[in-house]
């Protein structure tokens, strides 16, 4: 007999209604869906262990694509920045929207992993670990940027403040340093956060694993034996992480879009620009991590942890960030609009009639209309494939925002004379395409190494949901943990 | 022995300019600054130091030109200068200048983007002097490299030169003693330039009480050290 | 058939040929002594500048230069603040020069050419280059002709001069494109109509109140360009507030256009019959003060009015505002420009603008101080009928050695004027060019003469203004590659030849320039020693009186009615629809400057567009032709054709199209190759002259397309909010 079939036998008298909706309710909702420990370990371990034409394929390709990266960086370090389209006066281009655009990735995985951790919202325990991964692949994918931007990258390291025989410092005026610290802040704790709520998860490969793999994840877990002891401390740790890191997430996206917000270019200079980064950062982030968990219940067979209602819990929080995301950028739009500054104005027209009106409208209709008309419908929400085809609008439509703020705003300044157009060249187009290979990469990396659905998680959430029959009816409970 | 401090001032005439790009060539001669191939110009990397913005007004028959001067407006309160991590770019309180710290600068283009008058002009590749055009490199200004924005610092070598030699004399600083490149050559005299603490300076004097006075992109708040004079059209009775 | 001995050869040679020059102020040494730096020259510190006074020979103007020198390097050109032409200014040119002094396609050291046009060169020695040279002279005997431009040095002239009398060939040319783009020969023979005497006018802008420029450039490069930009920057500046007030007529915006109160887009080729007009209106009015109305009764032709306005364009109604503004004027002046010196030879046009000035007086106008010395001679530019008798005795045969220098004639002038096909008749030329240019090319030996600020020489300032004023030359710097000053070359091949060795006895150029140099004129020797003479003369960059000498007597000799008519254009109206109006570029001039990476580089003040040529349309006839920015249309004319990409020009005549001369080179060096068009190629030959003024062309796009390179944004332009940030 099944596991469900002996749980199911335990209620008591269940009648055939109930247990049709039981059933459903079951098959629906994964904390109302309980395995064995044992059986969803390996459902999570075994995956890893296979190494699929599938995954060597994919390994090549994005690696190679990783490996050009690399080398059209090396090109541009020997030749200088004038490989690129870069110009007077666009001097920003792909390099810094892709360091905005990795970086708003990197929203989800904290908002996932530590809002909705705070705010019990119960259905993101088996997403949380695939989110807090793209967080840190995305975020060390960005923190490459600033590097591949820097006209002299060997000097890198006049950003950072240490001390030196010449008693030079870097200038905490600048946003860029701001950037830096926030980052860098960002980057560490999200690693330590992701790797805290690792333990139990280590602990359990640990146990199952045997040659290198045993080795691995022995000298990663720390001798977790998961006493009372540890659990209680690991909550404690887990909570300071949560309340502290979420701040982190908005002040970095805010840092970041200060890099723009501080300065007087027409355009950028919008009082708005803090929490319209943070909620386009939280919009294009939720729609990437919908696409990887599409992604990852396909290859790794992930479909008993990743149901249709974690699609739909994040469509619905897809389309509430849309419509968010629509506010904010009506009033980015409206303010400069009503007062007809003559920059602000060639930047409008640029945008609404000018060669940049395709792209414009592009955006529009990724980021507002194809989520407000889809995501209305729950069975659209609930359906991944569609999901994921919608996400990728999402992505198309927030990068086109982040290149419409950066290369083709500068474009446009307050002396016509100076005006400029870039256009994107073979070497940050390469590298650009390398970075999103890098994600890709260490992604499929990170899938034969961690085991990408937190199982303690689900166990504990499984462990605190149920389902009772409380006269005829069947009711869903759910129990808090002590304190 | 303190040196002095001095304001220093550009006044640029611009009903006397002509557009005929003296300043341009000299500050190319003086400076060291990189004259680019025809594709980087295409492309938009020009280095012109000074630079000439040529406006159009009005519609044939009735159309003018306008021949606008435009170099480093060494605002007092640049926005250039905050937003460089490195302070690469700085205020020199004493000269009241802006300076650039040529190995300083890491490339971040930050100051470019803040940069409302857009005089800063960065290096994308090393700058080519065929050789033996070598030999006319100024030894009194850095030559740089990739990586590196520049940009106009009001011939800061001569200014510094001048000082130099004024305190070797014991004697200050007198009107006209020092004159960038620009200014120096300039045939119609458009340009003027100074020190507005002196208010026998010349530049003192043409600006006192003068109502063609304005400065560039002035609602910006980051008070230039260049003053304009507005250029006009004579009306003659017939 | 003896060539000189080797015991001669070093014997004259190491007189004067082979020692490199070192400068200096006190005692300019000719001879090499080698001494460790250790023990630097006596006015030279490591670090610290030493400034060496000379004249700039980037156009015939002749502005005084100090060079700043380091370390034997010269590093920067400033105008000489004594001279009186310039007092201290200088144009783009000027301060390009050092980029022709350390030009990397110099040439560096004679050459021959077994195949010419084959730009395969061998380089020769000195001994042996001379040694070609001095056996073909003596064997030319009166076979020689000499080709020299309107910037080569008075004191090389006079050598040349000295050699053709006693050789008995034809005295040099002195032709070059610049001096026939400036309508210089015109000018001053329109002068010799106008005031009896044969010198450039100059024009005193400062004390004029209203000027009209009939198409005179003369903010760009036309006649003096620094000159005239002081005395606008004057004219702007005059007493009791008052700015002054300019006319610019044209069919094309110049700079002076630019800075014009009125701007009247005038037809090519009607600015006489305005001129004309105007002076009828003033007769007939009669408008003006008494004897300016009587003036003008004898000088107005019998024309009529409103036929002019039909041909100019210019409605009667602003012809007579336009009188009326002359006649109120106090101290009015009028200049005729370039184009009315190509228009017709005779000097007819020209005279129709000066008689406006004799009408009010000619106050404001000048003439060119007299040379102060009679025996300094300056260049006086020839007629191109004097090009067109060379050219036939090429084709003739009668030439056997073709000397050229500081000109370029197989770029300057256009196919029509067939001047490779003459060459081809010519056994032997030799270019003194220090860069191969396309004349280099054609050459058979190229020995290249030293840069201007490697020379020694003089320059009589011409157009010269209140001071009459001679320029000295000398080297700055250590010559920077194995070229050798040409009179040293003429010098020491001519010592060969007994007519030649007597009329030209001196060692070399420096004893020569000694020996005339006290004749500067009176006052300038006044019993100084010549050393002393000399010294004063290098370090101050010349000579000129202390006062101005009274101003010449210019009574206008202008006393009948001036009859110019409209001049014929070469094609005919249907087929060639477009006046065609040629410029000379401001940084490029007439192509010299495009070896000048400065210059090129650097944006065109009217387009802002560098490193190409282009066709300036008006919006409405481009979008007739259904061209854009940057299309590449063929542009033919009845003598040749060329290719040229569009930039659409607000400020032109609908009828009119405007090319800068300028590129187009097919050698000339790295920077100048194989870049842009030549619209000289356009030009047809007349009688007259060159046809560069009296040109139909048409336009067929070609469907090509080219990136501009220009430095503005002209969508950002064009959107016209400059008004917001600029109230001026």
Known sequence: MSVREIESQSTQDTVPEDAIATDSLRRRRLLLDPRPATRMSADVLDPMDRATARFWVAFVILGGLVAIWGVTWLYQMIWGIGVTGLNRPVMWALYIVNFVYFIGIGHAGTFISAALRALKIEWRRPISRAAEMLTVFALTTAAMFPLVHLGRTWKFYWLMPYPNQRQLWPSYHSPLLWDLTAILTYLSCSVLFAYLSLFPDLAMARDRTRGWRHVLYKTLALGWRGTEREWATHKAALNVFTYAIIPVMFSVHTIVSWDFAMAIQPGWHSTVFGPYFVIGALFSGVGAVIMVLALLRKTMRFGYFLRDEHFEGMALFLLLLSMAWAYFYFNDYLVPWYGQGPAEKAIQELLSHGWAAPLWFLMLFSNILLPWATLWSRRIRRSAGALFFISIFVQIGMYIERYLIVPTTLGRNELPFDWGIYVPHLPESLITLGAFALVGFLYVLISRIIPLIPVWEVLEGQMLHGLRRIGKAVVQTRAEPEE | ?238 | MAKISRRDFIKMGAAGLLATVLTGCQNPRRWVTLEPYVIPPEEQLAGVATWYASTCRQCPAGCGIIVRVMNGRALKIEGNPKHPLNKGKLCARGQAGLQVLYNPDRLPGPVQQTERGSGRFQPISWEEGLNTLYDRLRQAGSGTAIWTGSTTSGHLLDLFERFAAATGAPSPLVFDLYSELNGLAALENADRAFFGQNRLPTYNLEQADVILSFGADFLGPWLSQVRYGMAFGAFRSQSLGKRGYLVQLEPRMSITGAKADWWLPISPGTEALVAQALARIIADGPLGPAEWATKANTLASEIDVSSVAAASGIPVTELEQLAHIFAAATRPLAIPGNALAAQDGQGTAIAAVQALNAIAGADGLALSPDSPATSLLKPQVSPFGDVQALIERMQAGDVQVLLIHGANPVYDLPESARVVDALAHVPFVVSFGPIADETGVQADLVLPDRTYLESWGYDVTSPGFDLPAVGSQQPVVTPVFDAHSTADVLLTVTRGIPTAAAALPWSDEVAFLKEIIPQLGPGAAGGLDTDVLWSRFLQHGGWWPATAPPPAPHTPVLSQSVQAEAPQFQGDEQEYPYFLHLYMSDLLSDGRGADQPWLQGSPDPMTTVAWQTWVEIHPQTAQKLGVKDGDVVHITSPAGEIEAPVYIYPAIRPNTIAVPVGQGHTDYGRYARKRGSNPMDLVGTTSEGLAWATTRVKITPTGKKIAQAGFENKAGVDEGFINEAFPG
């Open chain 2, 1 to 238: 022995m303190t040196l002095a401090e001095h304001k220093w001032t550009m006044v640029v005439d611009l009903d006397k300019c002509t557009g005929c790009g003296a300043c341009v060539v000299a500050c190319h001669a003086e400076n060291n600054v990189p004259i680019v191939s025809e594709e980087q110009t295409i492309q938009g990397r020009a280095m012109h130091w000074m630079r000439i913005e040529r406006y159009w007004e009005g519609s044939y028959p009735e159309i003018k030109a306008r021949f606008i001067p435009l170099m480093c407006q060494q605002c007092e309160r640049a926005p250039c200068e905050p937003v460089c991590p490195v302070y690469a770019t700085l205020h020199s309180e004493r000269e009241h200048l802006n300076l650039q710290v040529y190995n300083r600068c890491v490339g971040t283009r930050y100051c470019q983007n803040n940069d409302p008058y857009k005089v800063r002009f960065f290096n994308f590749f090393d700058p080519i002097f065929d050789e033996p055009l070598t030999q006319q490199l100024n030894p009194d200004v850095t030559v740089r490299s990739a990586g590196v924005m520049e940009k106009c610092t009001f011939c800061v070598q001569r200014i510094r030169r001048a000082e130099e030699r004024a305190r070797l004399e014991e004697r200050p600083l007198a009107d006209g003693e020092v004159l960038p490149a620009c200014v120096q050559t300039c045939p119609p005299g458009a340009l003027v330039f100074g020190d507005l603490n002196d208010e026998a300076s010349a530049v003192s004097q043409l600006l006192s009480g003068n109502a063609r006075q304005f400065k560039l992109l002035e609602h910006l708040g980051t008070e230039p050290s260049v003053v304009y004079l507005k250029g006009g059209t004579s009306y003659v009775s017939t």
